[in-house]
C-alpha cells in the first residue's frame, strides 16, 4: 500500500482528491481543482481542491497526502505516539508549498491520512466544516453530511487499498516467463481461491516456492533517468540528502555471477571461529530475565538513531522517536510493543537464545554498490533487532571504551576524533622545533580490513577488554551468518560486518594491542593515531620503519594485512627520499601533500587543488539540478547543498585577507611591539605593564583598592580614570601634553605650551590652549591645540 509503481497510489490519491472536491462543489464553496497557476514562476501544484473564500475570507490550498504508518522511518514512533505518521506526513508538505503559498496570500492547509484509515486533526475540523455548509444547503442537521462524507472517504481509501493489494501479492500474482501478470481486481477471485485450495490440500511448500522464486528483483537502474525519479521520491518525502544522492548516484550492481566473484572475494569464506572454550572466571552469564545489557530504558530510546535527521530545510525539527509531541500523550510503557524489545533482546544479548537462529538474526542483505572510481562496494543491511541490540550494548560499554582506546584511537569513543587527529598532523608539520626529518607521515591502509580480521582473536580481546559483550559477539560472530545477495548467499566467515553497530567497536579492540605495542616499542614517533582502518604515524623515517615492522608482523596473525600500494608516506624533503628504509620499499611517496581523513595536508599549491576539485564536485552536482524539471525542487536541493558542503567549507576556512584588512589586524596590537626606554621615562614596570594590558583588552584588574583615595568613592577602573580629585587626571593630561609639545618642538620652531588665547577679566577667566603651533596646514597661520 506503499508502492509507488504502476501509478496506483496517485490513483488513490486522486479518488480521495476527487469526494472532498465533489462535497465542496455540492456545498457551494466554488472550489477549483488542481490551479496549475496558482504559484508565479512554479509548475508546483500545492491546492489539490482551491478554495477562494474560506477561513475569514482568506483563499486557501487544501492538498491530500497519504502516508503508511508501517514504514521504517514511523513505525516505532506511531506504536507509542498517536498520530505521529499524520505529523510527518503534514510537516512535509508545509515544508514543500506553505512559504510558496504564504508568499501570494494564499493559506495552506494540508489533509493527512494514514494509509491504514485515520485523518489528521486538521483534515477532521475541515471535513466537519464541509459538512456544515452542506447542512446549511440541503436543510439537514450537519452531522448527517458529515457522517456521509467520512463514509465516502472511508470506502474510497480501503477500495483503492484493496486495489493495490491484489495487484501486487506475491501469493495472488500469477507468473508467466518469469514475469509477474497483474491482473484486474475483478479476475483475481479465480486465483485467489486456486491459491486457497493448494493450502487446504497442505502443499504449503508449493507455494513457498513459486513465492520465493520471485522475491528478488534486479536493483534500480543507474540511469540518469532513474536517478532523477528517485530523487524526485525523496524530495516529495522530505529527504533533501537523500535526494542529491540519488542525483549523483553510480547505482548499484546486477548481482550477476561477476559482481559475485568481487563479493566473495570481499567476504574470505573459511571454517567458522569457535570461541574459547570455557568463559573466564570473571564472566558470568547472566539469566535472560535479569539481563543488564537491554533495560527498559535503554531499549526504547535506541531507535532513535535509526531515523534520518531532521529535515535540514524545514523551519521546525521533527519529532524524533525519543521526543514524543508535546500535543500528544504517550501510553505507558506498558502498553505499547516497546515495553517487550527489553526481554526479547536480553535473549541473544546474555546467550541464552538458540545458536541455531544465529546465521538469520545476524545475517544482512548484501547489495554491491559501484564506485565511481572503479570496483565494487559491498553494503550490507543488518537485520533490525541485531542491530537494535548492538545499540544498546554500545551504549553500556561506551564509558569503558572512554577508558580504553583514546588518546591513539579515535574513532569509537572520542567526539571529533577526525579533527583531533587532522589538526595534529598539521601542528606537527608547522612547529618550527621539530627537525624537518622528523615530519614524515604515513598513511597506513590494510587491505579489506573489515570483513578479513580473525574472530577467534577478536573473541580473546573482547573477553579480556569488554566482558560484558563477549556472550553477544560470540553468538553473533560464532557462526556463519548468512548475506543474502540476490540469489545467491554468501557466508560470512571472517570479519565484522558493515551492518552491525558494533563493528567499528570490535575492529579498534583487536587492532589495540598492535597500537599500544607500537606505543611502547617506538616512543619517538610525534603521532601514533588511527581512525578505524586509517592509520597515521608522524616521525622520524627510522621510527616509523620500526613501527611499520610492528604492523607487518602482528597484523596477519589477527587477519590484518598491509596494503603497501594505498599506503603513502609523505616526505617534506624530497632528497631525504634516497635514505629511505627497505621496509618502507614498495610505499608511494609524495612530498607535495596528501589527504587525511578527508582534508588535505601539505603545500598550499596542493590544498588549494583539492578544494578546487571538490567545488567542481560541487558544480556538476549543481548543473544536475535541472533535470528535476521543478524549480522548487531545484531550489531546495540547492539551499541543502550549500547547507551541507559550500557554506561550511567557506566559515572553516582560512581566506587571504585584502592588504587593507591586514593592516586593521595588525594596529590592533601595534602598540605592544613599542619598546619601553628609560631615555624618555617609557619604562613600565611589571605592574604596570600587565595593567596596562588589561586595560587595552578590557580584562579585570588585580589587587585593586576599595575606596578612591582622592574622592572616598567606591573605586572602579571607570572611576579612577575619571576622578578630578588628587590631581592624577591633570598630571596625565599634562604628560600627554608636554610630549606632544616636545614632538611638535622637533618639527615647528615656532611653538607654544599653553598660549593665552584670551586674556582673563572681571567677568571670565582666561581662554588658555595647551600647544600653539605656526605653519601646521598654511604658513604664517597659527593652529592652537587643546
Known amino acids: ?74 513505525i516505532a514512533n506511531a506504536a507509542s505516539c498517536q498520530g505521529f505518521s499524520l505529523l510527518v506526513a503534514e510537516h512535509r508538505k508545509r515544508v514543500v508549498h506553505f512559504d510558496n503559498c504564504h508568499r501570494v496570500g494564499v493559506e495552506f492547509v494540508p489533509l493527512a491520512v494514514v ?80 491459491r486457497i485450495k493448494v493450502w487446504r490440500n497442505g502443499d504449503y511448500l508449493a507455494l513457498w516456492a513459486e513465492a520465493s522464486s520471485r522475491v528478488f528483483r534486479l536493483p534500480s537502474s543507474h540511469s540518469s533517468l532513474a536517478n532523477v525519479r528517485r530523487a524526485r521520491l525523496s524530495v516529495q518525502n522530505g529527504r533533501l540528502r537523500k535526494a542529491l544522492q540519488a542525483l549523483a548516484s553510480s547505482g548499484l550492481a546486477v548481482p550477476n555471477d561477476e559482481s559475485l566473484s568481487v563479493m566473495l572475494e570481499k567476504h574470505p569464506q573459511c571454517p567458522p571461529s569457535l570461541p574459547p572454550a570455557h568463559l573466564c572466571p570473571s564472566i558470568s552469564v547472566t539469566p535472560p530475565h535479569s539481563s543488564p545489557y537491554c533495560d527498559p530504558p535503554q531499549s526504547p530510546s535506541s531507535p532513535s538513531s535509526f531515523l534520518p535527521p531532521a529535515l535540514p530545510s524545514s523551519p521546525s525539527p521533527l519529532p524524533s522517536f525519543s521526543q514524543a509531541p508535546p500535543s500528544l500523550s504517550t501510553p505507558p510503557p506498558a502498553s505499547t510493543p516497546l515495553s517487550a524489545l527489553p526481554s526479547f533482546l536480553s535473549l541473544p544479548s546474555s546467550g541464552a537464545a538458540p545458536q541455531i537462529i544465529a546465521p538469520y538474526l545476524c545475517g544482512a542483505s548484501l547489495l554491491a554498490s559501484m564506485k565511481k572510481s572503479g570496483g565494487l562496494r559491498p553494503i550490507a543491511i543488518g537485520e533490525v533487532f541485531r542491530r537494535l541490540a548492538s545499540k544498546c550494548l554500545a551504549s553500556l560499554v561506551l564509558p569503558q571504551v572512554k577508558n580504553i582506546l583514546p588518546p591513539h584511537q579515535v574513532g569509537v569513543g572520542s567526539p571529533n576524533g577526525t579533527e583531533s587527529i587532522v589538526h595534529s598532523v598539521k601542528l606537527i608539520s608547522c612547529d618550527p622545533d621539530i627537525p624537518l626529518s622528523s615530519k614524515h607521515c604515513l598513511l597506513i591502509d590494510f587491505s579489506n580490513a573489515f570483513n578479513s580480521i580473525d574472530r577467534s582473536a577478536l573473541f580473546n580481546e573482547v573477553r579480556t577488554r569488554l566482558p560484558s559483550l563477549s556472550s553477544w559477539v560470540e553468538f553473533s560472530y560464532g557462526v556463519q551468518s548468512h548475506l543474502l545477495f540476490g540469489t545467491h548467499t554468501i557466508l560470512s566467515s571472517c570479519g565484522v560486518q558493515q551492518g552491525d553497530p558494533l563493528g567499528p567497536l570490535l575492529f579498534s579492540l583487536l587492532l589495540h ?62 632528497s631525504l627520499s634516497s635514505l629511505m628504509p627497505p621496509s618502507l620499499a614498495n610505499i608511494p611517496i609524495t612530498s607535495e601533500g596528501f589527504i587525511l581523513l578527508g582534508a588535505p595536508v601539505g603545500s598550499p599549491s596542493f590544498c588549494q587543488s583539492v578544494v578546487t576539485e571538490r567545488v567542481e564536485k560541487i558544480k556538476s552536482l549543481v548543473l544536475l539540478l535541472p533535470s528535476l524539471e521543478d524549480a522548487q525542487s ?132 582666561a581662554l588658555i590652549g595647551d600647544i600653539s603651533i605656526r605653519g601646521v596646514w598654511q604658513p604664517q597661520a597659527t593652529a592652537v591645540f587643546d
Open 115 to 194: 494509509s491504514l484509515g485515520g485523518w489528521s486533526s486538521t483534515a477532521i475540523s475541515i471535513f466537519r466544516a464541509f459538512g456544515h455548509h452542506l447542512g446549511i444547503r440541503f436543510g439537514l442537521p450537519p452531522s448527517e453530511p458529515t457522517l456521509h462524507l467520512f463514509q465516502r472517504l472511508s470506502v474510497t481509501l480501503w477500495r483503492s487499498n484493496a486495489q493495490m493489494w491484489l495487484g501486487r501479492s506475491s501469493i495472488l500474482s500469477p507468473e508467466v516467463d518469469g514475469q509477474l501478470v497483474c491482473r484486474r481486481p475483478t479476475s483475481f477471485v479465480s486465483v485467489i481461491k486456486d
Open 634 to 765: 531545484e531550489f531546495a536541493l540547492l539551499r541543502q547543498e550549500l547547507n551541507d558542503n559550500h557554506i561550511p567549507s567557506f566559515i572553516i576556512t582560512l581566506i587571504l585577507l585584502t592588504k587593507g584588512s591586514s593592516r586593521e589586524i595588525d594596529s590592533i596590537s601595534s602598540w605592544l611591539t613599542a619598546l619601553p626606554i628609560q631615555r624618555d621615562n617609557f619604562n613600565l614596570s611589571p605592574t604596570e605593564f600587565r595593567d596596562a594590558i588589561c586595560l587595552r583588552y578590557s580584562k579585570p584588574l588585580l589587587q585593586l583598592p576599595l575606596q578612591c583615595d582622592g574622592c572616598g568613592s567606591e573605586y572602579t577602573i571607570s572611576h579612577a580614570l575619571d576622578c578630578m580629585k588628587g590631581c592624577l587626571v591633570t598630571h596625565r593630561h599634562n604628560e600627554l601634553r608636554d610630549l606632544l609639545y616636545n614632538l611638535s618642538a622637533l618639527v615647528w620652531h615656532q611653538t607654544i605650551k599653553e598660549p593665552v588665547i584670551q586674556e582673563a577679566s572681571s567677568a571670565r577667566a
Open 1 to 74: 500500500m506503499a508502492c509507488g509503481g504502476n501509478g496506483d497510489r496517485i490513483l488513490r490519491h486522486n479518488a480521495l482528491r476527487d469526494v472532498l472536491f465533489s462535497a465542496a462543489q455540492s456545498a457551494a464553496l466554488s472550489p477549483c481543482r488542481e490551479i496549475q497557476s496558482l504559484i508565479p514562476d512554479s509548475t508546483s501544484r500545492p491546492a489539490d481542491i482551491f478554495l477562494p473564500s474560506w477561513s475569514q475570507g482568506r483563499p486557501t490550498a487544501m492538498d491530500v497526502t497519504v502516508i503508511s504508518p508501517l514504514q521504517q522511518q514511523t
Open 513 to 574: 594491542p598492535i597500537v599500544e605495542k607500537i606505543s611502547r616499542d617506538v616512543p619517538g614517533l610525534h603521532l601514533n593515531g588511527s581512525y578505524l582502518d586509517d592509520g597515521v604515524l608522524c616521525g622520524s623515517l627510522k621510527d616509523i620503519s620500526s613501527a611499520l615492522s610492528i604492523i607487518t608482523e602482528d597484523g596477519p596473525l589477527v587477519g590484518l594485512s598491509l596494503n603497501r600500494s594505498k599506503s603513502l608516506l609523505f616526505c617534506p624533503d624530497p
